[in-house]
């Protein structure tokens, strides 16, 4: 079984300041990585995703990952957030050999002027 | 593309009244899955098809709760009958291989 915990629940930044996200996942089997953002009354979109290859992964809107085999970690970065990145941002696993997609919990990402 | 396309966008109904989600994935998508996403819980899995075929629905929480998918272009989710506690956002996602999954806008359900 897999799981994904989402290690903090709001993370309240200013504009322009770097942030971290931060997700653990526990899996016995080889997974895929994936970090989803979820503006109010929408549905989610996917920021970026770690399939194989680099352990860097860029997406979109300037965000990035790292995924940490040895720390089974995937933390999502900014450089520099802006006003329009408040929003909740979903960490998500799913067993290379399925396609059962664990949700986290989410992460409310506030950014203040 | 118009992306997945789910209706209602709002539903609020009574106790013991049945209840049909309606989804319409993305033109060429195979896969087909359907969340719910409440407060408490967060964003579950309920049920997902592959080729119109339900693949796992492990995650339907009992029988009131039924899907089908007729063809590549329709889903549906039906609840009957439906609870309070069924309130949520439900939502549908398409996806070409069953990866990456691209979600519709979601269906708020109230049920009073």
């Known amino acids: 079984a897999q799981s994904v915990t989402q290690l903090d629940s709001q993370v309240p930044v200013f504009e322009e300041a770097p942030v971290e996200l931060r997700c653990n996942y526990s899996?016995?089997?080889?997974?895929?990585l994936f970090w989803y953002v979820q503006y109010p009354n929408q549905g989610l979109q996917l920021l970026l995703k770690?399939?194989?290859?680099?352990?860097l992964v860029k997406g979109i809107n300037g965000f990035e990952a790292e995924f940490n085999k040895s720390q089974t970690s995937f933390h999502l970065r900014k450089p520099s957030v802006h006003i329009s990145d408040t929003a909740e941002y979903f960490c998500?696993?799913?067993?290379?050999?399925?396609?059962?997609?664990?949700f986290g919990a989410g992460t409310r990402l506030f950014v203040k002027a | 593309d118009a992306g997945v396309i789910q209706s209602p966008r709002h539903e609020v109904t009574e106790m013991g009244q049945e209840v049909t989600l309606r989804c319409k994935p993305i033109s060429g998508h195979d896969y087909l899955f359907w969340y719910r996403q409440t407060m408490m819980r967060g964003l579950e899995l309920l049920i997902y098809f592959n080729n119109n075929v339900p693949i796992d629905d492990s995650g339907m929480p009992e029988d009131r709760f039924s899907a089908k998918m007729p063809n590549a272009s329709f889903s549906t989710l039906k609840i009957q009958p439906s609870e309070p506690r069924d309130s949520a956002v439900y939502f549908c996602?398409?996806?070409?291989?069953?990866?990456?999954?691209?979600f519709g806008p979601g269906t708020r359900l109230t049920v009073l």
């Open positions: 996602a398409s996806s070409p291989g069953g990866v990456e999954q691209f």
């Open positions: 770690y399939l194989s290859g680099s352990t």
């Open positions: 899996s016995s089997v080889s997974v895929y």
């Open positions: 998500a696993v799913t067993n290379t050999g399925g396609f059962k997609t664990i």
